[in-house]
């Protein structure tokens, strides 16, 4: 059996490989795919004989990142258990509103969180959790130590292996929730054949045997698990675990572990050239970086290609396709800035209008996309999953795009990111890029607000860069010679941070919440 047991291959072909440094503990831990092996086997063994998890069980997790997210995944793997990582930016009354929709039986949790893990021991919500994990620290409630039950005692039966035959290319592996801090995150299936055509993706686009791999997105996000890390394993290549994106460390841990691929969001790559140690930093090992989530901005791309030399690729994904749906080649970078690239090798994307019909070259309508990377559905939510794909099999993703003439897409914005102004649709994207021009401008991001005349206006909230200057006027001139009069935001507001999600993502909602209180 081989699907679902990625570690016990793995550890067939290369044990001795070192798989995994984490970074987070103090001293680090570096676990062999032997190693890895082994510790997956001890937990899948415990959570079958002890907490009686089998074959579509959800086991949670509610910790940052370290280690033990992949313990959990692999073992769940083996056991056709279906690993959910819960968010924990989130407050504990809405995690318990998502274990009351999962049901998992077992949650394993970090000392972070042992607060609202002690509140959730007593929410109904959280009744289905037979058992509890701690990472460190104290126990709560009637909570296990983790490393207690990964040591097994005396109980050789742990380091059994496991495989459960039962498991076939579409078990759920994983939930994934899409984003949102406010009511019921839907949460996307994803399949051990999602895994296979997204890992194959990846590796079509110059991932190699020998790559050293530093992961900064938290694992229980798709970038997480599902970027690089999974395609790592299936390539016997190592990966790198932070606790949390640290940009200062960052930048030491790829000269000291010579890193070769890394991949962040653009207000990750901004925070780097921030860090202190910048100037010094030696990033000459990197093959590539890769950017996603939003695209670079041209001014930054060229900082990182003049100071440090660095090839940048830029992708487009989503939970529910996976990371790995667009790329664009570093060659482009600056020719087809602003553009998520083509559809990797096994991703057919259109362009569509309102009645759901292909659109031509430099035409704006919804991105949909069909191929073998689409999940499941979302679990237990049958009409999102009906809504979500049309009658011909195409995922409709909510993404405003155009295409041009050489088959290059561009996110013009997300739908529920655009707003309307005197009956004008106006797309934030499109301003953010002429305000990333202006030399000052560090972060930025644009909302739509309410107003009594023109029913939505635009308000730019923007950080400048450390010992730059710049007025709200200056902002708006420099944006109204270069954009529609509709299009340029009512105001500036100069702002120290922006929210950022653990994903590093910018959190427009809660600007807008800021702005109109």
Sequence with gaps: ??????????????????????????PELRLTYADMNAR??????????????????????????GVEHLDAFFACAKLGAIHTALNWRLHWRETAVILANTTPKVLIFSADFATAVAQLQQAPEAASVTHYLHLDGEPVGQSLLFDGVMMGGAD????????????????????????????????????????????????????????????????????????????????????ILLRQFDPAQVLDLIAHEHVTVFAGVPTMYQLLTQAANWQTADLSSLRFCTSGGAPLPVPLVQKYT?????????????????PGIFALAAEDAIAKAGSIGRPNFYVDARVVDEQNQPLGPDEVGELVLKGPSYCAGYFNNEEATRTAVDDDNWFHTGDLARHDADWYFFIVDRKKDMFISGGENVYPAEIEKVLYEHTAVHMCAVVGVPDPKWGEVGVACVVLKPDATATPDELLQHMTERLARFKVPRRVEIMKE???????KILK?????????
């Design 509 to 517: 909602r809660e600007l807008q919440e800021q702005l109109i209180q």
């Design 40 to 65: 997956a086997n001890r937990l899948a063994n415990w959570l079958r004989n002890v907490a009686g998890v089998g074959y579509g069980d959800r086991v949670a997790i509610l910790a940052r990142d």
């Design 306 to 322: 003049l100071e440090k030399g660095i090839r940048f690729k830029q992708g487009f994904g989503m939970t529910e396709f996976g």
């Design 1 to 26: 059996m081989y699907i679902g047991d990625y570690l016990g291959r793995r550890a067939i072909y290369s044990p001795d490989k070192l798989a995994i440094v984490d970074a987070g503990k103090t």
């Design 156 to 239: 050789t039966a742990v380091d059994r292996s496991v495989s459960t035959p039962a498991v076939t290319e579409d078990t759920t592996a994983a939930l994934i929730f899409t984003g949102g801090t406010t009511g019921l995150p839907k949460a996307a299936q994803v399949t051990h054949k999602m895994i296979a055509w997204n890992s194959l993706n990846t590796i079509i686009h110059d991932l190699h045997h020998d790559d050293t791999y530093l992961n900064v997105f938290p694992l229980f996000h798709t970038g997480g698990l599902f970027v690089y890390t999974l395609p790592n394993v299936v390539l016997g290549g190592t990966t």
């Design 498 to 504: 922006l929210p950022i999600s653990g994903a590093g």
